[in-house]
């Protein structure tokens, strides 16, 4: 159970990161490094400069900010991975490391303009800065005794995730000019929840919902952080994280540590945190029309008109997935679902939708494409019309002959690339001040606008010719984010941050004179994103309580300010403590560093032992010492096993190299004192079991479904040496057999209420045949397919699986057979099965006790069992065993969260038998407690 709760905590991430990866580069990969005593950055040849810009961040920070959350250093290696096309990184344990995916978002108003790597480097290693001080007390003695996953299991249970996040974004704030605390953006979520006069739980605020649009734990932990230092001052947080992190006082360490070095209640400090942004934000304009009682509706973005009368945008909500919608007169009407993407952004023109679609590449995993794909939103058909590209924010000129779209390659540089409709590159416009594109638009036959930011992190508007020359400036360079561009006649509109909100500007591209659009409507929404306008109409995207909303005014309920420029300083929300010491603008007071470039071996640390598990399943007692490296092309396992009934000890190893184009496996296990009865007394033997194997996966996810195809051929070897005493009595023997196995899945996208997709299958083939020795052989096939159900949120899923055996196996294969639910099961010679299940939402509680458990829903499911089994020469009269194993019966499971963070689901399964149990007990009704495999 113990390592149940390691194993997931071992990579609590900084962020909500992509997934590591086994294997994800390919061996071309040429790794170099930058060596420093706070940080060994590790990147692909020719990201020299990027490295250099990290390193030196890293240790200008490591050398000016410790003090606040504690002294302790150790180096963390950082992996820069240059092929993804997801923004995002991670610093996790066991083993300790950090991966920077590099590809920024084209969305300056959710993460900010800074230089990308600048932003991931200030944010990130704040986690590692905060677990290299977290190793005290309690979780220092879980380090000592389990490793790394040891410290993950305490730091964990005694410091909320909200933390980990709140104080890294707190930093990233206070060490530049920008930072999410200065963004309106990273605020709305919570002021939407102020101005609806929803009032959710703490609980509620902690583990989210499935009916009701809750912030995630990013702006809580920030808000609670940047009071606490606002308050009690620089050493306050390291205080309490000290006292937490090595549970002084026992249980609930985090709330004592709260009220010992704040002098308030845990529950009074969060109710004062809020105070102060909510006080901050008092001229919002309460929502009278919103009903309090109302859940989430939909998420409604990109707006774009057709007409006065109708518009088409991207509409998703919690029981359907995103698809893209026109609606005419206030009448909806789906045109298509949208493809799998990594942002919801399109634009419109000429009857045509264009976006970029997420491809990932077949066997690498770190290696994904953005692909353009074109809309027709007549016929509603799709067509993918480039290939293996890194394309962001595409948009089509006015006439539908032409493309414009931001491309990123894999050494960090951004340019605009001219296409036709048929996804050929037409031109590349120079890019000599290596700015980052954002949202280009086409506004005229020859001329193109954009948001760009320069390396600085400022932003401004500008405009180019086709040729990417005479670039002229719509709105100056500032700190303050702008995007969304739109043109209409000679305006083109935008969205800057603007004191507490985004707002909405426009610009004359004659006279280059911008505006503020205000009036009506415009002046009661918190922020405004993503505008549109029509002939006679405008439109723009708000955030609610109950998913960011479409608004649509006449144009002649709005006004045009003069302004002489969209931008001003930043706010800080009432925290001046950011800018109160010398380490505030540190980012500014980073110079580019001298440090060596050297060559990093593929093979170092090749064995990097990171944590110690215990396993505790009765009869079986084990230990393992998991290891990874950092490229992870590696994972390796040693492990030991006591079975306490039989009384062996097993010795083993397991290794996994990705590296190369197959997965290579290898592994062994020596086994001591097996024994079994014969001729009245008990026979020992020692055994010898070996197996190597190549694999190899395959990701082929493309438009709407997630497809995944795996092939593997493996050998394994037993050997039996039986112990002195017995040598001359009985031979040893010896065996080897091959185990060819061939898995697919496929499904669609999955909506957040939706306990299965709607439409999927999976199936498995495994082979297993003798090559030595002995005779034996065994065929197993499974598969499922997933269907809709009655209503929405409803699943029918049939399976089916069949087992065939060699008549006269010598080898007793492990059974992986799925028997009927409620029998024992047992191995037989010939077995097949078909189940039927229908799965269904019974209530959303939204509760919780203690902090401890929190039910965000109950679902239950029906289902009905038939296994047919046949055995040759079963009985000791030599018949044959034929028989069936019905069952039918249902289940109620609870999807929860534990400790405010970590997901698990539980149930109870009722069972009728409408057969004897042969091989199990007595009784037709069973009633089983169904827990998850790994509790994370």
């Not at 006082?249 to 909510?278: C, M, N, V």
């Not at 299958?761 to 009655?790: C, M």
């Amino acid at each position: 159970m113990l390592r149940r709760l390691l194993l997931p905590l071992l990579i609590i991430p900084a962020v909500a990161a992509n997934a590591q990866q086994l294997g994800g580069n390919p061996p071309s990969v040429k790794w170099q490094q930058v060596n420093t005593p706070a940080a060994k950055v590790i990147f692909p040849k020719g990201l020299d400069s990027s490295a250099l810009n990290v390193a030196a961040i890293v240790a200008r920070i490591n050398n000016s900010t410790k003090p606040t959350i504690g002294t302790k250093q150790r180096q963390v290696s950082i992996l820069l991975q240059n092929q993804s096309t997801i923004s995002n990184a991670y610093v996790g344990l066991a083993p300790f490391r950090s991966e920077f995916y590099l590809t920024p978002s084209q969305n300056s108003f959710q993460l900010g303009s800074l230089r990308w790597t600048d932003q991931l480097a200030i944010h990130e290693f704040r986690h590692v800065q905060q677990y290299n001080n977290f190793n005290v007390g309690l979780s220092h003695v879980l380090k000592l005794f389990f490793g790394e996953g040891g410290q993950a299991l305490g730091n964990a249970l005694s410091v909320p995730d909200y933390f980990f996040e709140g104080d890294a974004v707190y930093n990233e704030t206070h060490v530049s000019r920008q930072g999410r605390g200065r963004l309106p953006d990273f605020m709305n979520d919570y002021r939407s929840l102020w101005i609806a006069g929803k009032d959710y739980s703490w609980m509620k605020l902690r583990n989210g919902s499935y009916r009701d649009f809750v912030p995630n734990h990013y702006p809580l932990g920030y808000m609670l952080v940047a009071y606490g230092y606002q308050q009690y001052g620089n050493n306050f947080w390291k205080d309490v994280t000290q006292h937490a992190a090595a549970f002084k006082g026992g249980f609930y360490p985090w709330q004592q540590a709260i009220q010992k070095y704040s002098g308030k209640t845990y529950a009074q400090f969060r109710t004062d945190a809020l105070a102060h942004f909510k006080n901050e934000f008092r001229g919002d304009v309460k929502d009278v029309s919103a009903n309090p009682n109302q859940h989430f509706i939909a998420d409604e973005q990109y707006p774009a008109f057709v007409n006065d009368s109708t518009v088409v945008y991207l509409k998703t909500t919690y029981d359907r997935v995103g698809r893209f919608v026109i609606n005419t007169a206030g009448r909806e009407k789906d045109i298509a679902v949208k493809n799998i993407t990594t942002d919801s952004y399109f634009s419109y023109a000429n009857g045509k939708i264009i976006y970029s679609a997420f491809r990932p590449d077949a066997r690498w995993g770190y290696r994904q494409f953005n692909e353009l794909v074109v809309l027709d939103i007549n016929t509603h058909s799709q067509k993918r019309i480039t290939r293996r590209t890194k394309y962001f924010s595409p948009s089509i000129s006015a006439d539908g002959k032409s493309i414009v779209a931001v491309s990123l390659d894999e050494k960090e540089n951004s340019a605009l690339h001219l296409l036709d409709m048929q996804g050929r590159l037409q031109s590349v416009l120079p890019n000599p001040g290596n700015l980052f594109y954002t949202y280009p638009k086409f506004y005229s036959d020859d001329r193109l606008i954009a948001a760009v930011r320069n390396p600085a992190g400022q932003m401004a508007l500008v405009s180019t010719n086709m040729q990417g020359k005479d670039m002229q400036y719509l709105v100056p360079y500032s700190y303050n984010p702008i995007g969304f561009t739109q043109v209409q006649d000679k305006l083109a509109y935008f969205t800057q941050t603007k004191g507490l909100k985004d707002v909405l500007f426009a610009v004359d591209l004659t006279t280059k004179q911008i505006f503020e659009v205000t009036g009506g409507k415009v002046n009661k929404s918190i922020s405004f994103y993503q505008p549109a306008a029509g002939p006679s109409k405008f439109a723009w995207v708000k955030p609610t309580a109950f998913g960011n909303q479409l608004i649509q005014v006449s144009k002649s309920d709005v006004k045009l300010e003069p302004v002489s420029s969209g931008g001003q300083k930043l706010l800080d929300f009432g925290i001046t403590k950011l800018s109160a010491d010398s380490t505030a603008d540190l980012l500014d007071k980073t110079k580019p560093s001298d440090f060596a470039v050297t060559k990093y071996g593929k093979a170092y640390n090749l064995f990097n032992f990171h944590s110690l598990f215990p396993t505790v399943s009765d009869p079986n007692y084990s230990l393992a010492l998991v290891g990874e490296n950092v490229l992870n092309t590696f994972q390796s396992e040693v492990s030991f096993n006591y079975n306490r009934n039989e009384g062996y000890k097993s010795f083993g190893f397991e290794g996994i190299y990705g590296g190369l184009y197959p997965f290579i496996s290898a592994g062994g296990d020596y086994t001591i004192d097996r024994n079994g009865y014969a001729n009245g007394r008990r026979v020992y033997y020692n055994e010898t079991a070996l197996h190597a194997g190549l694999r190899v996966p395959f990701n082929l996810s493309v438009g709407n479904h997630y497809t995944n195809f795996s092939v593997g051929s493996s050998i394994y070897y037993s050997q039996n040496h039986f112990q002195q005493p017995f040598r001359a009595q009985y031979r040893d023997r010896s065996y080897a057999y091959l185990s060819n196995t061939i898995s697919f899945s496929n499904q669609v996208q999955q909506a957040r209420k939706q306990i299965n997709p709607l439409f999927a299958q999976s199936v498995s083939l495994n082979y297993k045949k003798s090559v030595t020795n002995l005779d034996a052989s065994q065929i197993l096939a499974t598969g499922s397919i997933y269907l809709p159900g009655l209503f929405n949120n409803h699943s029918l899923v049939l399976s089916g699986a069949y087992q065939q055996k060699g008549q006269n196996n010598a080898i007793g294969f492990s059974n992986d057979f799925p028997f009927s639910k409620g029998y024992g099961s047992v191995s037989l010679q010939s077995m097949d099965k078909f189940g039927a299940s229908y799965h269904f939402p019974i209530a959303y509680p939204d509760a919780g006790v203690a902090n401890l458990l929190y039910i965000l829903r109950l679902r239950g499911y029906l289902y009905y069992d038939h296994t047919h089994a046949t055995q040759a020469r079963f009985y000791t009269n030599g018949a044959s065993f034929n028989g069936n194993f019905r069952s039918a019966g249902a289940a109620v499971f609870f999807d929860a969260r534990i400790f405010n963070q970590q997901p698990i689901s539980f149930g109870i399964r009722y069972s009728h038998l409408f057969d004897p149990d042969v091989f199990g007990g007595n009784g037709k009704n069973r009633i089983e407690l169904v827990l998850p495999v790994a509790i994370f």
